[in-house]
């Protein structure tokens, strides 16, 4: 694919992927599952939550949005449905009263065809932005929280997983994407595979020619920051709101991008347009403004959605505030790019 140029304003806000269902598409999916809808209107009714999605996104200001992950019940488990191979046996407890379907890998794993292809068009054809983001759950992530019945180790099962998803990103390449975002909050869990496992993450993006996103979440940044360079992404996106941006200084020596977490998708708070300018203006001492993006934490599916949409709102005001300081140094507008470095 060729690249094409898009230009954004200075400090682009997007979302890290997931969003609130509304309430009428929980009640809906519930009604489907007992058998009181037919696939089509199941379709048209996530359709349906894509565009309002959409429409809080374009309200908050958000300039790269995404579908909301309107679709997906769980990010591990929606691509293991969709990977010949995988089985369920049923759901396992992962924190509280939530639980997941979690998959086992029974056969060799075999790419089916597009995964979220379909999801990106529809997203593209509905939505107010030169540009939306597409979220991929990454290889280590979907190993790591999978049992493994089949490969003789965790990390051929996960290198077979990320040619699984180089496929679906070339996939969506082909299909137009020019952003797509790798979701590995497993990453650095287990210290010990974190050398593969960064590997895995470069397979998975071997051979791209888009922007290419890897968000980390909820982890020690200082076992991720020696592979800093290895990983062959342009951005890291990256929670800090939730620990009180303290930890900034493992910043130091990024030569990426960095999508700047500065919100908390685990309080109902809103935090204030002041909060998030001052947040911008600290991670400023690490990273230059243009090679910074505004995002939340993580994904704000737990939220309500009413708090989810103030708290974009919140992000997009913060983020403008400090907008009009860099305009006053000449600085407005940047491209989207696609490199490895960041100066």
């Known amino acids: 694919m060729v690249w094409r140029k898009v230009e954004l304003p200075v ?14 598409l929980r009640e809906f999916i519930a009604g489907y599952r007992e058998g009181r809808y037919k696939e089509e209107q199941m379709r048209e009714a996530f359709d349906d939550a894509v565009i309002a999605v959409l429409n809080d996104h374009r309200e908050a200001g958000v300039d790269i949005p995404t579908d909301g992950e309107m679709r997906r019940d769980e990010m591990v488990e929606y691509f293991a449905e969709r990977i010949e191979g ?36 529809f997203t593209k054809k509905v939505t107010y932005s030169d540009i939306v983001k597409v979220t991929i759950t990454g290889p280590y992530t979907i190993a790591d929280w999978s049992f493994n ?50 590997e895995a993450v470069n397979e998975a993006v071997k051979g791209v020619n888009i922007k290419v996103g890897l968000h980390v979440c909820y982890s020690d940044y200082n076992i991720l920051k020696p592979y800093y360079d290895r990983l062959n992404v342009s951005q890291f996106a990256l929670e800090f709101a939730n620990r009180g941006f303290r930890d900034l200084d493992v910043l130091k020596g990024l030569n990426k991008e960095l999508g700047f977490g500065v919100v908390d998708v685990h309080s109902r708070r809103v935090e204030t347009p002041e909060e998030v300018a001052a947040a911008i203006r600290k991670v400023m001492e690490y990273v230059p403004p243009e090679c910074l993006f505004i995002n939340p934490d993580c994904g704000l599916k737990l939220l ?10 919140a992000m997009v005001e913060g983020t403008r505030i400090i907008r009009q300081e860099l305009r006053k140094r000449g600085l407005e507008r940047i491209e989207l790019r696609k490199d490895l470095t960041c100066p």
């Open 11 to 24: 400090l682009p806000t997007t979302v890290i992927g997931s969003y609130p269902r509304p309430k009428w």
């Open 86 to 121: 995988f089985k369920f046996y049923g759901p396992v407890r992962v924190w509280g009263n939530n639980y997941f379907r979690k998959p086992a890998v029974v056969s060799r794993l075999r790419y089916r065809g597009p995964m979220v292809v379909d999801e990106y068009l």
């Open 149 to 198: 019945e089949y490969y003789p180790s965790k990390e051929e099962l996960a290198f077979e997983i990320a040619r699984i998803i180089n496929k679906e990103i070339k996939a969506l390449e082909e299909a137009g994407a020019i952003y797509v975002q790798v979701d590995e909050p497993a990453l650095t869990t287990h210290p010990e595979e974190i050398g593969w496992a960064v």
């Open 304 to 313: 309500p959605r009413k708090i989810a949409k103030q708290k974009l709102k």
